[in-house]
């Protein structure tokens, strides 16, 4: 079973509390944990996490794996341990068309397009009567 300890949210709509949980890695957000190790208020000034230094510990030992935001509290409280997350990949960027030569296009319907390129290239385009 891979558990991680991380943030449950509670309280109302605009104040929000966070208890800090172990639960299994499928369960919900809010729902089913194992034990309950800490809480985080973020909007108190002073004093916002508590937590169970020796459970997180214990947790911790035994291979759960914190959130990044967790990691952060627990960091706070001064606990040394590994940052479990991986820092994400910046996003690639698009592929871009290649500069020069493009592909003809193939098919009957690309027949009359390589055509009239061939006319304009021979200088054999339309000429207008003065």
Known sequence: MATRIRLARGGKRHR?????????????????????????????????????VERATYWLGVGAKPSERVSKLLALQGMEHKLIVKPQPAAAEPARPAKGKRKAAKGPAAAPAAEAKAEAKAGGGEESAS
Request: net charge neutral.
């Open 16 to 52: 929000p509390y966070y208890r800090i949980v172990v639960a299994d890695s499928r369960a919900p957000r809010d729902g089913k944990f194992i034990e309950r190790i800490g809480s985080y208020d973020p909007l108190l000034t002073e004093n916002k996490v508590s937590v169970d």
